[in-house]
Structure formats: C-alpha cells, structure tokens
C-alpha cells in the first residue's frame, strides 16, 4: 500500500537520521496530497519529525524559501528577509531530519530551488507530481539524490477502496437513510479511482437532492450529480492556479469554440499579462490546464496548426478584468 511505501522511506528520521528524497507520483485525486499530509502529521505527532508542504504552482524561490524557514526548527526569525539571507539562514541551520513536501511539482517555474534545498543538511524533499519522466527532467543535474531517488507510486483507487471512502463521507457527514448503498456503488463505479471527484459526487447529489426537495437522495440526483461535479471540480483547480495560467487561461477561452493556435495564444497572452512568461512558460501552463481537464485541443496539441480551447465556455478565469 501507498502509505506503507512512503512510511518506509521517510522511517529514517524517526530515529533522527536523513531520509532519502523521492517521489509521490499518481494521477489527479488518488490521495497523494491527502495520504502524505496524514502521514507526516504522524510522523510530526509521533516522533516530533518537524516537516512543511508547499505548493509549487507560479511561486518564486524567494516565497518557497521563506514558507520553508518559516517552519524550519532552527531558524528562528525569517521575517523581512531576502532570498540571499534565507538561503544564509538555511545553510547555517544545522539540525535533526526536517521534511519538505513539494506539492503540485509539474507547477515549479525556479528549478534552482532544488539546488538551494539540497544543500541543507538534513532536509528531504518529497515531491508530488503526476508524471515521473516530466518531473525527473526538470531537476537539476547536480541535485542527483533527488534525481535517484525512489518513487512511491499512487494509482486510482478500486471501485471497492472508493466505496469505503464514500461510506465513511455518509457517515460522517449526513443523515442515516440520505444516501443508499447502490447509489455509493453507482458513484463508485463512475469516478474511475478519483477520490476528488468521487467525494464531490456524493456533495453534488446531496445539493441536488436539497435544490429539488427531496428529503433523501433519489436516483435522478446521482446522475445528475457528475457534471455538477466536474463543473465543481473545474471550478476548484483552476482557482488553485496562479496567475500567470489565468491569463492563459482565459485567452483561450475568448477565442470562442473556434479555439486558437499556439502562435496567437502567445501573442494575446503576452498583451494581456502584466508580467510576461516565455514560450517553453505557456507550452507548460497549456499543458497542466489540459491535465486538469480545464482546455482541450485538436489531436495531441503538438502541432502548432492544432487548436485549443476551454472544455467549459462558462467558466472565467478568476481574474480582475485589466484597468483600461
Ligand atoms: N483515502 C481517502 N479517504 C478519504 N478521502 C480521500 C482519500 N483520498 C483522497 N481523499 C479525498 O479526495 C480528494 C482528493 O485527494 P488528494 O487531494 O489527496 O488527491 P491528489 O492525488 O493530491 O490529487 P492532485 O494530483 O489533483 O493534487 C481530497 O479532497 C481528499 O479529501
Ligand atoms: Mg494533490
């Protein structure tokens, strides 16, 4: 099992020794940011294993490096620091096995970080991501125990671990009789090993169900339930994306349902955005708004005549139209 895997290789710094730096690698909602959260709180709890988790998505080396010493045993004042102070900081930090979760990795635009976090003693970097190849290439050379390092894999969850899941929801959260056990099996069955979209699923019905007047979730309301999901779903990730993506974002939603190649996208993002990324930039906020099911494109998109568009014309960017 998952946890058991990650358990193993974080086991050292229990016993006060350096962990080896890996991987948390599996597709969107099969619980890697959920189960390493449970069990580096355990391992906080327990062993008094001091550890924080960071979001990787449009953040600059300075505000990682100053979420990690914010929460770092030895160092004591961070505040109004620079990035050259920190790292000093950092550097000089001697101190007991310290845990760093680098959540959301394919979103990480300051690869040089690595290099920064490497040189700690004692750190160990764990970083979830979805592809192993993609996020393995991108670390710098030199920083090769991450480079090397083991790979704790997450797959979807059985439609049996899902019904579980959606169970223990229902227990917990609503009243008995809301929700009967065919209507947990058929969600079950429908997610494909998402717990994401699974538990939003079970919330959908309940929604429906309570829009409708029903004092119990009828079978209507189930399957109604997944495109309010996934409308909800949609709605959840883009928000969790940093600016520079909403500005993709929404240039490709303007196009319309024609779509856009990638020549004019550059272009128009390149006016909208205040603070401009290059091409390699965009190629990569295009390609993680299409993982989380937020555009989509002609073919495989490799082509620069292929076309892209947003899966949902009616979900805007959350950004503030620009002051003209
Ligand atoms: N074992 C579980 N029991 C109960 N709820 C779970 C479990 N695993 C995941 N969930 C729920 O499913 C949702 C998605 O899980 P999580 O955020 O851990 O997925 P993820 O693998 O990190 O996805 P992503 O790659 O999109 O970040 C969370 O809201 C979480 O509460
Ligand atoms: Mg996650």
């Not at 809301?178 to 939003?200: C, F, K």
Request: hydrophobic content about 35%.
């Amino acid at each position: 099992m998952q946890l058991d895997d990650l358990s193993g290789v974080l086991e050292p710094a229990t016993g006060g020794e350096p962990a080896q730096s890996c991987w948390v690698i599996g597709p969107s909602g099969s619980g890697k940011t959920s189960t390493s959260r449970f069990l580096l709180e355990e391992l906080h709890v327990d062993f008094g294993v001091p550890w924080v988790r960071v979001e990787c998505v449009g953040a600059s080396r300075w505000e990682l490096l100053r979420d990690i010493a914010a929460e770092h045993p030895k160092v004591a004042q961070h505040n109004g620091m620079g990035t050259a102070q920190l790292l000093t900081k950092l550097d000089d930090a001697d101190s007991d096995p310290f845990l760093i979760v680098l959540d959301e990795f394919d979103g990480l635009e300051v690869p040089e970080v690595l290099i920064d976090l490497d040189r700690i003693d004692n750190v160990s970097m764990i970083c979830i991501g979805h592809d192993e190849a993609e996020a393995i290439a991108s670390v710098p050379n030199s920083v090769d125990d991450l480079r090397n390092g083991p790979t704790v894999r997450f797959e979807p969850y059985t439609t049996k671990a899902m019904v579980k899941i959606l169970q223990a929801r229902a227990d917990t959260g609503l009243q008995p009789g809301v929700v009967d056990d065919d209507q947990l099996e058929r969600i079950a069955d429908e997610v494909a090993g998402s717990a994401r979209y699974g538990v939003q699923s079970l919330r959908s019905a309940v929604e429906l169900g309570e829009e409708r007047g029903h004092t119990s979730v009828t079978d209507e309301d189930v399957a109604d339930s997944f495109e309010h999901a996934k409308a909800r779903i949609r709605e959840q990730l883009l928000a969790s994306l940093s600016r520079q993506y909403h500005v993709v974002y929404r240039v490709i939603r303007e196009a319309g349902e024609d779509g856009i190649r990638p020549a004019d996208l550059l272009e128009r993002y390149r006016e909208q955005s205040d603070d401009p990324r290059g091409r390699q930039a965009v190629m990569k906020y295009r390609k993680k708004l299409k993982r989380y099911g937020l555009i989509d494109c002609e073919g495989d998109g490799s082509s620069r005549w292929h076309r892209w568009w947003a899966v949902d014309d009616t979900l805007k960017a959350p950004l503030r139209e620009p002051v003209l």
